[in-house]
């Protein structure tokens, strides 16, 4: 009787034990709240829809081949620019050098400085001094025999009294004469023979006479004489 007793009592306690959890879990439900069956239904075809979207999005990736790595990229090539190739070396074009015209005699100028020379050598002859200074610059400068005057004074201070007093003795004929003229610049180049008597002996020579002439303030003047003579040969 008592052994029957005491295997009684474990069996009941054995079933309060038991029903304990199960107590837990409906307690815990009761106190849950309620999801009415409309949100259910939401929640779970969101959860559905989510693993169905994971399960494409990783079926995708698995298919998708593998992406090649890009090549690298050189930084600093690709900063600078291209060198430009060197531009080609053009030489100058040859600058023409004009040919200088043929000196003509000028019709007026020439005529004019020849005209001068006469002068020169008719007051010489007319021993007419102040005229022939006139007619010189004051830095002519006179050649003659290897000799020079540099200066009108120097001619004046110099020989030139003694070419009046040889020149009042004897005659001076042009034989052939040039004039030529460019701007203010003329040249007269003569030949010419003198004769006459100078003291006491016979003259016959041949001259050549080169005179250069400036136009100065609008007047021609002698600016270079030079003189040449020897006797005229027989």
Not at 72 to 91: F, K, L, R, S, Y
Not at 131 to 150: C, N, W
Not at 178 to 202: C, H, K, M, N, P
């Amino acid at each position: 009787m008592a052994g029957m007793r005491l295997a009684r009592l474990f069996g009941l306690a054995w079933l309060a034990l038991a029903a304990v959890p199960g107590r837990v879990m409906a307690d815990e439900a009761a106190a849950a709240p309620a999801v009415p069956p409309a949100d259910a239904a939401a929640v779970s075809a969101s959860g559905e829809a989510g693993s169905g979207e994971a399960a494409v999005a990783e079926a995708k990736a698995a298919e998708a081949p593998a992406e090649a790595p890009s090549p690298a990229v050189n930084e600093a090539a690709v900063a600078a620019p291209a060198a430009a190739p060197p531009a080609a070396v053009v030489p100058p074009a040859p600058v023409p050098v004009p040919t200088p015209a043929p000196v003509a005699p000028h019709p007026d100028a020439a005529a004019q400085a020849a005209a001068v020379v006469d002068d020169f050598h008719a007051s010489v002859a007319e021993n007419y001094r102040e005229r022939v200074l006139q007619l010189l610059a004051p830095d002519v400068a006179i050649f003659e025999q290897g000799y020079t005057e540099s200066s009108r004074d120097a001619y004046a201070d110099g020989h030139l009294d003694s070419d009046l007093l040889f020149a009042a003795s004897t005659r001076y004929e042009v034989v052939h004469r040039e004039a030529y003229a460019s701007g203010d610049l003329a040249w007269v180049i003569t030949q010419a023979r003198t004769t006459g008597r100078f003291s006491g002996q016979s003259v016959d020579i041949d001259n050549t006479e080169t005179m250069v002439l400036q136009r100065r303030g609008g007047r021609w003047l002698i600016v270079h004489i030079h003189w040449s003579a020897h006797p005229r040969a027989g």
